[in-house]
Structures are given as C-alpha cells and as structure tokens.
T-cell receptor, first 113, second 115 residues
Framework: SQTIHQWPATLVQPVGSPLSLECTVEGTSNPNLYWYRQAAGRGLQLLFYSVGIGQISSEVPQNLSASRPQDRQFILSSKKLLLSDSGFYLC????????????FGEGSWLTVV | AQSVTQLGSHVSVSEGALVLLRCNYSSSVPPYLFWYVQYPNQGLQLLLKYTSAATLVKGINGFEAEFKKSETSFHLTKPSAHMSDAAEYFCAVTQGSSNTGKLIFGQGTTLQVKP
C-alpha cells in the first residue's frame, strides 16, 4: 500500500532563518506531488505541484520554493522566513492527473517567531 | 475559474441529530467535488467524492452528499451525529475538469457535537 511521510511535524523558526520541509511517498512511482498551506483560520491553498522530477509549478507568488530531486521526494524550502509563512503545511500526492483521489500527509506546523 | 463557498464556519448539533454542512461551488466546467475531514493537528482524510457518476455519493463514517447541478451545491449530510464526528470539514473542487490534485478548498466548517 502507498504511504506518505512528512517531517518535521512541528517547528519553530525565527524570522529570517531558512526552512526545509520534506515529504516522501512510498509504494508508488511517478506520483503527482503537491504542497498546500493552511493559514490560521483559513482554508487550504495550493502552493506548488509537480508532475515529475525537476518539474515544479508554482500556484501563488510567495517567499517559498519547492524542489523534487527524486521521483518520490518533494521538498519545500525558504531562504529567509517571514512571519506570514506561519501555518500548517500539507504534502499530498495523486497517482496521476485524471480522476484519482489525492492523499494527504499528516502535516507540518510551522511557527515563525 | 472555480470557487467554493461553505456556508457557516461553525455548526453545532446535538449527538444523534442530523448533520448538514453546506457547500456551493462555482465552475465553468463539470466539476469534481470532494469533502474532507480534518481532526485536530492531523492531515486531511477523504470522506467522499463526486466525479460525474451517481449524484448521491456515499462516503465513510455514514456521511453522504448530493450533487445538485441546478443549485450548484454539494451539501454533506449524516442522519445521526456522533461525538467522534467533531472536526473541521472542507469542501473542495478541482481546478479545471481533471487533475484532482489541484484543489480549491472552501474555508472550512467546524462541526461541534454536543452530548
């Protein structure tokens, strides 16, 4: 069966520090991968998605970037965090782009102080 | 462009009562629609999805939703609420006619179940 792992689960970072959140999917190959953010009191917003290694699409302009160095690995990064980057970040995957369910990781709580 | 509106950020029901969470969507193409549940400090779990088959969709934990094109609605219901149903619920629509990973979410509805 397929599983998705995301870490760290929680982190507190000072403003201006770097960020790296990592996500891996097991039990499947060539998944579509996604990063979502849930800001406090708001719904989820798609940040990035990837249909293959090295292929990243950004949905909204922001202080973050994403990379996909391996087929089942998706990384969310920032060089300098802002207070507004605080939130709950969710990694997700689908088998392909057509009609299949999206599966979410357990999420990472980021607090920028 | 697609959008989702969830009416009511907080809904409170008594245990055993009917649960009704409202979702209206806007889409220029036939939508795929989803309901997700999020328990505290956890990721999202799919409750059910509509992908142009039967308009009445049954999901997990006794939930179901009915796709009504004329009303552009996809309301979530459960006949009898259980304490374990207390959580946040999100309605979502796909961006475009496919790609079920690119979702547009509503703002969420927090369901409170009172004993």
């Amino acid at each position: 069966s397929q599983t998705i792992h995301q870490w760290p689960a929680t982190l507190v970072q000072p403003v201006g520090s770097p960020l790296s959140l990592e996500c891996t999917v097991e039990g499947t190959s060539n998944p579509n991968l996604y990063w979502y953010r849930q800001a406090a009191g708001r719904g989820l917003q798609l940040l990035f998605y990837s249909v293959g290694i090295g292929q990243i699409s950004s949905e909204v302009p922001q202080n973050l970037s994403a990379s996909r160095p391996q087929d089942r690995q998706f990384i969310l990064s920032s060089k300098k965090l802002l207070l507004s980057d605080s939130g709950f970040y969710l990694c997700a995957w689908t088998r392909d782009s057509f009609g299949n369910t999206i599966y979410f990781g357990e999420g990472s709580w980021l607090t920028v102080v | 462009a697609q959008s989702v509106t969830q009416l009511g950020s907080h809904v409170s029901v008594s245990e055993g009562a009917l649960v009704l969470l409202r979702c209206n969507y806007s889409s220029s193409v036939p939508p795929y629609l989803f309901w997700y549940v999020q328990y505290p400090n956890q990721g999202l779990q799919l409750l059910l999805k509509y992908t142009s088959a039967a308009t009445l969709v049954k999901g997990i934990n006794g939930f179901e939703a009915e796709f009504k094109k004329s009303e552009t609605s996809f309301h979530l219901t459960k006949p009898s609420a259980h304490m374990s149903d207390a959580a946040e619920y999100f309605c979502a629509v796909t961006q475009g006619s496919s790609n079920t990973g690119k979702l547009i979410f509503g703002q969420g509805t927090t369901l409170q179940v009172k004993p």
